[in-house]
């Protein structure tokens, strides 16, 4: 079978070297089975995604030689594949509408169970009677998976990461996620379980920040009749001062080592050793 991998950042800010290193294990996995590499924006935050950032990413991955099969997949422009999956769902009874606002959440989070993630949300809105939904469906609303009930329907599932062998999903420890939300009708794990499998996509890379979200995005497989790929959950960049490589902690842009005159092959070089420049910080390979 063909290795698809991808790589699927989110436009809302230049890529740094975090972004690269995940980059370049996904290029590689694909590259030296002699399978495919694909490209996609996450672009479903309206707010903060730039059309400027879809242009740097496609600069900054060419600058490192990292080329990519066929054409970008754009998730801004497949609302209407996620409305249908959530359709499939609302069929089956396994989502509800949430009208809890932050701060209504914030408040009752302080007493509901956590999770590897932190607060779970505590249901307020799963127990609303049919009638009282249907009321209210006027209201901004998300709209929440029914995870114990969808948890009732599969019976127990499993996965495969690459470095911690078969796993037991656990999708209840995450809680009652969002699949849609107030401003966007869909979320991160209804959008990437749907275009995994709409790519065809076999080998998913990504950082262990993301371990977690698989078992959510494994129930959502089993639900939607749709195939599971094989996980590749690699370690994180960190900082000099020991903090993960990230926009919200300063990472310094690909651009800005470009406009220094860094050299591209060597930067690539060192990604693949796991060596960082000098002062930037470590990789886990």
């Not at 972004?19 to 002699?34: I, Q, Y």
């Not at 849609?180 to 996509?201: C, F, I, M, N, W």
């Not at 959502?220 to 195939?227: D, E, I, M, R, V």
Request: some cysteine.
């Amino acid at each position: 079978m063909e290795i698809v991998s991808r790589f699927a950042p989110s436009p809302t800010g230049r890529l740094h070297l975090g972004h690269a290193f995940s980059a370049v294990r996904a290029h590689d996995l694909a590259r030296d089975a002699g399978g495919r590499f694909l490209l996609r924006i996450e672009d479903i935050d309206g707010t903060r995604s730039r059309e400027a950032f879809v242009a740097g990413i496609e600069e900054d991955l060419r600058w490192l030689g990292l080329h990519w099969d066929g054409p970008v997949m754009r998730q801004s422009r497949r609302m209407i594949t996620y409305a249908a999956a959530l359709g499939q769902l609302k069929a089956m009874g396994l989502v509800y509408p949430c009208f809890c606002t932050r701060a209504e959440i914030a408040a009752a989070s302080a007493s509901a169970p956590h999770g590897p993630e932190g607060s779970l949300y505590p249901g307020t809105c799963r127990a609303l009677p049919d009638e009282a939904r249907a009321t209210r469906l006027a209201e901004p609303h998300c709209w929440r998976l029914d995870v114990a009930r969808a948890v009732a329907r599969t019976g127990p599932l499993t996965w495969h990461d690459d470095q911690k062998g078969w796993i037991r999903a656990e999708p209840l420890a995450q809680g009652d996620v969002v699949l849609a939300r107030k401003e966007t009708p869909t979320s991160y794990h209804l959008s990437v379980t749907v275009d995994d499998a709409a790519q065809g996509v076999t080998d998913v890379v990504r950082g262990t920040d993301l371990f977690e979200a698989t078992h959510i995005h494994r129930l959502l497989q089993a639900l939607l009749g749709l195939p599971t790929p094989l996980y590749h959950h690699h370690g994180l960049l960190t900082g000099a001062d020991g903090k993960r490589l990230a926009k919200r902690n300063g990472a310094r842009p690909l651009a800005d080592l470009r406009a220094e005159g860094a050299d591209p092959a060597a930067l690539l070089a060192a990604l693949r050793a796991g060596q960082l420049p000098v002062g930037v910080g470590t990789a886990e390979v």
